[in-house]
């Protein structure tokens, strides 16, 4: 081979690639059947059970993402390779502080009875095995029976009857329709957890019990509570107001934050959202929720205010565009001192972006963030773009220099 074919050459190429055919075959007649490479052996080297065997006893922190399974094969191979990969980490690992396993869907028909039963089986062995030394736990979106979900969690308090978990992640983890908010297992599974600083769940888990037991087990360390209210969630149930009053004053730091996804009606919401609740934020979007009689006017001007003293985040996604809001949301983000973020989607006019950039000019709002999305029942957006370059333009200095600002003008057909 000459100089030229030498520059030319891969780097990363295997010096078995040059030798010359008749040299290999004398090679693999000598060699045994097991000596030999396979796509077998290759594909083990390619794999993340290959990755757990050489460098698991290092890993502190594992995320695993299995999208979309659209047929039982898919999910039977991913319950097998889970299966190694968790009996692996369990035997080598020791130093595991996180484990994140989102958007599996166990409810979903792809997930065969038995199937799904073997990967329960596999994970509520390893977190018995690991759950001493885990610190945060995401099984976001699993889809489980409550009774399901209770037994996959049973096992991180296995040794001490109270779980080590700080940060808890639980959203959506119960299937659709379950009101979970009623089942004894369920509080009595959450009372093990001991040390929370973190949880995110759904609302049809909320309940006084749920309370109580958070006041009494976490007093000195709860810091977060993120609620998500959907509505195929079960969320009529009753909660006292001197529950939520009684975790606020026991856990004094705690700020808690409201996702509603097409819970939009006033009446739903002032059962949900009570005066005595800390609440840091709030998002509510609609999704294409759509009632004639259902007017947001009230929530604005009634509901939120109760909590201008401690909002600091708001996020509202509606498609009224027979109500116009733009005073009433004008006033509130006014009234909330503390306010910071604030995002909307929604029919605006596009004046109503001057209006909020002059009042934060003049001091009398605190936002340091301002996304807008302001929809038209017009194709062209080209008058109200033009309306925003030139409030762009005069207040060219606030916005460079103080805000995180996105204004848009989008067309909703």
Same mark, same amino acid.
């Given at each position: 081979?000459?100089?030229?074919?030498?520059?030319?050459?891969?780097?990363?190429?295997?010096?078995?690639?040059?030798?010359?055919?008749?040299?290999?075959?004398?090679?693999?007649?000598?060699?045994?059947?097991?000596?030999?490479?396979?796509?077998?052996? &290759?594909? %083990?080297?390619?794999? &993340?059970?290959?990755?757990?065997?050489?460098?698991?006893?290092?890993?502190?922190?594992?995320?695993?993402?299995?999208?979309?399974?659209?047929?039982?094969?898919?999910?039977?191979?991913?319950?097998?390779?889970?299966?190694?990969?968790?009996?692996?980490?369990?035997?080598?690992?020791?130093? @595991?502080?996180?484990?994140?396993?989102?958007?599996?869907?166990?409810?979903? /028909?792809?997930?065969?009875?038995?199937?799904?039963?073997?990967?329960?089986?596999?994970?509520?062995?390893?977190? !018995?095995?690991?759950?001493?030394?885990?610190?945060?736990?995401?099984?976001?979106?699993?889809?489980?029976?409550?009774?399901?979900?209770?037994?996959?969690?049973?096992?991180?308090?296995?040794?001490?009857?109270?779980?080590?978990?700080?940060?808890?992640?639980?959203?959506?983890?119960?299937?659709?329709?379950?009101?979970?908010?009623?089942?004894?297992?369920?509080?009595?599974?959450?009372?093990?957890?001991?040390?929370?600083?973190?949880?995110? @769940?759904?609302?049809?888990?909320?309940?006084?019990?749920? /309370?109580?037991?958070?006041?009494?087990?976490?007093?000195?360390?709860?810091?977060? #509570?993120?609620?998500?209210?959907?509505?195929?969630?079960?969320?009529?149930?009753?909660?006292?107001?001197?529950?939520? &009053?009684? @975790?606020?004053?026991?856990?004094?730091? /705690?700020?808690?934050?409201?996702?509603?996804?097409?819970?939009?009606?006033?009446?739903?919401?002032?059962? +949900?959202?009570?005066?005595?609740?800390? +609440?840091?934020? +709030?998002?509510?979007?609609?999704?294409?929720?759509?009632?004639?009689?259902?007017?947001?006017?009230?929530? @604005?001007?009634?509901?939120?205010?109760?909590?201008?003293?401690?909002?600091?985040?708001?996020?509202?996604?509606?498609? !009224?565009?027979? %109500?116009?809001?733009?005073?009433?949301?004008?006033?509130?983000?006014?009234?909330?001192?503390?306010?910071?973020?604030?995002?909307?989607?929604?029919?605006?006019?596009?004046?109503?972006?001057?209006?909020?950039?002059?009042?934060?000019?003049?001091?009398?709002?605190?936002?340091?963030?301002? !996304?807008?999305?302001?929809?038209?029942?017009?194709?062209?957006?080209?008058?109200?773009?033009?309306? /925003?370059?030139?409030?762009?333009?005069?207040?060219? !200095?606030?916005?460079?220099?103080?805000?995180?600002?996105?204004?848009? &003008?989008?067309? #909703? #057909?």
């Amino acid at each position: 081979m000459d100089e030229e074919d030498q520059l030319i050459q891969p780097q990363d190429q295997s010096c078995w690639a040059t030798l010359p055919d008749v040299c290999l075959r004398r090679v693999f007649w000598t060699i045994t059947f097991s000596g030999r490479p396979s796509r077998v052996h &290759a594909s %083990e080297f390619e794999s &993340a059970l290959w990755y757990v065997k050489k460098f698991g006893r290092y890993l502190e922190h594992l995320e695993i993402k299995f999208l979309n399974p659209y047929n039982a094969v898919l999910t039977k191979k991913f319950q097998v390779t889970m299966r190694g990969l968790l009996s692996c980490l369990g035997k080598s690992n020791n130093r @595991l502080k996180s484990l994140s396993i989102q958007h599996l869907e166990l409810d979903r /028909l792809v997930w065969r009875n038995s199937i799904r039963s073997s990967f329960m089986k596999s994970l509520s062995f390893f977190l !018995k095995k690991m759950g001493r030394h885990l610190n945060y736990l995401s099984l976001k979106g699993a889809r489980l029976t409550t009774e399901q979900g209770c037994h996959i969690l049973n096992p991180l308090s296995y040794l001490r009857n109270e779980s080590t978990v700080s940060e808890l992640n639980i959203e959506d983890y119960f299937s659709h329709h379950l009101a979970v908010y009623s089942s004894p297992q369920f509080n009595k599974t959450m009372a093990t957890f001991r040390n929370l600083v973190s949880l995110t @769940l759904n609302y049809n888990c909320i309940s006084d019990e749920l /309370l109580e037991n958070l006041c009494d087990n976490n007093v000195g360390t709860l810091r977060t #509570m993120n609620i998500k209210c959907h509505i195929h969630d079960p969320h009529g149930q009753v909660i006292w107001g001197m529950s939520w &009053a009684k @975790l606020a004053r026991h856990t004094t730091s /705690l700020k808690v934050n409201f996702f509603f996804e097409r819970v939009m009606k006033y009446e739903r919401l002032a059962r +949900i959202l009570l005066q005595e609740i800390p +609440i840091r934020s +709030i998002s509510l979007r609609s999704c294409y929720f759509s009632d004639p009689d259902w007017s947001m006017r009230p929530t @604005l001007t009634d509901l939120l205010p109760t909590f201008r003293h401690t909002l600091q985040k708001l996020t509202f996604e509606f498609n !009224k565009n027979h %109500e116009s809001l733009d005073e009433e949301l004008h006033l509130l983000i006014l009234s909330c001192r503390k306010l910071f973020y604030f995002k909307i989607w929604a029919f605006l006019d596009v004046k109503f972006v001057e209006r909020i950039l002059k009042s934060r000019e003049e001091g009398q709002c605190a936002l340091r963030t301002l !996304k807008v999305r302001i929809y038209t029942n017009r194709y062209e957006t080209n008058e109200e773009d033009r309306t /925003l370059r030139e409030i762009y333009r005069r207040y060219r !200095k606030l916005i460079d220099s103080e805000l995180n600002y996105f204004v848009i &003008a989008y067309p #909703m #057909m």
